[in-house]
């Protein structure tokens, strides 16, 4: 069975290292925040060299840029009386004392030891690689090719996309410059350079075998390359690099089979994400992210009817607008379509995530919006989201109807009902949350096939808001065997809660 796996080791793990690569780079400042950012001012690999078949140039232009990165931290660790946790007694024990094992020692801390790669961005010192590289290292050492090793500092993290910048205190450094990821196409060579399972410097080759890879559950901002070029563990926080020697991704994650190698299918971030994170980094030591305050809903293909679109017409509904967020003081609303932003189309609903994450706090936006099949433009400067990351709950899959659930609905396979004081404190609902329970989806039904569960309140349907199943019969029947478009709220055990449109199927 295949798993998604970080590509890291520490004493008994694997991480990733890959090298870093040289080129001739120049100075330069971003227009929008004002922030140090090295851009390519040489062809990497000459026409000459590429027809004869060889990479040896780029290869070789990109060796002296290489670093290893070394990290000490500290961890605690649990002994038993009888040995460590884990030891060859500790099942028997376990099971002579039935799991209630003796009063346990203090936790000790032991000393762990990592290797991780970086990428040298700039020849004053400025180092990129991934935040699980030196999460947590209290210590921190960088090794050239030359094998001289010097010691690092960290300019800042971002956990949510697993990108660092550390820094060595030397100048006139080889370094690697800077490419446009957008402008990879798929299909494109790519090379990978760093040091598999230790092995010392290793370069591969493969495609650029897609784009945009999201959901994926690696990072919290996910906007991947995958490539099949050999990524294995000992290769976190290098470079993926294009025929021309520039960077266009930090390689990040493979997905490994049984023995957590290579099987041709690993994750990059884009360099053109990594390039606006590094340069807040380097200025701020802190990433900041514009902040509208919707969530956002993807609308597949053939859904557009059911959120007022044109066929093949793409955008994002909206099924939540916080109270005193910026999407609400702008006068967005709930079942609004954003179909633009800064006149240019959304395509789905991760690149909107990303393109309003990669503003900056006080940007004044203009979102294109579709309400009620009028199209109209509406400013909305954004706040700085603090907690971007933040999970809004996970689905439950309980009846909180109890055994006998609710009557059957207009809905093929659904029972519901209103929602009671009992249910309302079980779901751990907000006051202002109005609606019909799910007590009942039918295995195999429509609805549990668009993704309806137990536990979830529909408040609209067709964007009619409903209280009472009699009030739900009535919008599903309405819609006269077409698409239904239900608004759902749900929410986890410590009460985190999120709303998300689903479609049902029409009658074919």
Not at 334 to 346: F, L, R
Request: hydrophobic share 40%; charged share 15%.
């Amino acid at each position: 069975m295949s798993r998604v796996l970080h590509i890291r080791r520490s004493t008994a793990i694997f991480v990733m290292l890959i090298a870093a690569l040289s080129g001739a780079l120049a100075y330069s400042w971003t227009s929008a925040r004002h922030v140090p950012i090295f851009v390519s001012t040489a062809q990497a690999a000459t026409t000459e060299a590429f027809q004869q078949g060889s990479f040896a140039p780029v290869v070789q232009r990109a060796m002296p840029a290489v670093v290893n990165i070394s990290t000490t931290s500290r961890v605690k660790v649990q002994d038993s009386p009888f040995g460590q946790e884990g030891g060859p007694f500790d099942d028997f024990f376990r099971q002579f004392f039935g799991g209630r094992m003796p009063q346990q020692q203090m936790p000790r801390e032991r000393v762990a030891h990592a290797l991780g790669s970086g990428v040298v961005v700039s020849p004053d010192g400025y180092i990129l690689t991934n935040n699980h590289v030196v999460e947590g290292a209290t210590d921190i050492k960088v090794s050239f090719a030359n094998e001289k090793e010097i010691p690092a500092k960290v300019i800042g993290t971002d956990a949510a996309s697993d990108l660092a910048v550390i820094k060595v205190a030397q100048t006139n450094l080889p370094t690697l410059p800077l490419g446009d990821s957008a402008a990879a196409r798929v299909g494109d060579i790519v090379l990978a350079i760093g040091n598999p399972f230790g092995l010392g410097q290793t370069v591969t080759m493969g495609i650029v075998s897609a784009k945009g890879r999201s959901g994926l559950g690696i990072e919290r901002v996910e906007d991947f390359i995958q490539t099949d070029a050999a990524i294995n563990p000992g290769n976190s926080g290098g470079a993926l690099i294009n025929a021309r020697g520039e960077l266009i991704g930090i390689n990040t994650a493979i997905v490994g089979g049984q023995t957590g190698g290579n099987v041709g299918i690993g994750f990059a971030i884009p360099a053109n994400m990594a390039r606006n994170i590094m340069g807040q980094l380097i200025k701020t030591g802190k990433v900041e992210r514009g902040f509208i305050g919707i969530m956002p809903n993807g609308i597949t293909p053939g859904q557009e009817q059911a959120y007022g679109l044109k066929p093949g017409q793409t955008g994002v509904a909206i099924s939540q607008v916080d109270p005193n967020s910026p999407g609400a003081k702008a006068g967005l609303q709930v079942g609004d379509v954003i179909v633009a932003v800064n006149g240019n189309p959304v395509q789905d609903e991760n690149s909107f995530r990303i393109q309003i994450a990669g503003m900056a706090p006080g940007t004044t936006v203009q979102l294109g919006i579709e309400r009620n099949g009028q199209e109209s433009t509406v400013p909305v400067t954004l706040g700085e989201n603090t907690e971007y990351a933040k999970a809004l709950g996970g689905r439950n899959g309980r009846n909180p109807g109890g055994e006998e659930g609710g009557a059957a609905s207009a809905l093929p396979g659904v029972q519901v009902e209103s929602i009671s004081p009992d249910l309302q404190q079980r779901l751990n609902l907000p006051a202002r949350v109005t609606g019909v329970v799910v007590t009942g989806v039918e295995e195999g039904s429509v609805a549990s096939e668009a993704g309806l569960q137990e536990g979830e309140v529909i408040e609209r349907v067709n964007h009619q808001k409903v209280t009472t199943p009699a009030e739900f019969d009535a919008a599903v029947k309405a819609a006269g065997g077409n698409q239904v478009l239900l608004l759902v709220y749900q929410t986890d055990q410590q009460g985190n809660g999120a709303a998300r449109f689903i479609v049902i199927p029409g009658k074919k």
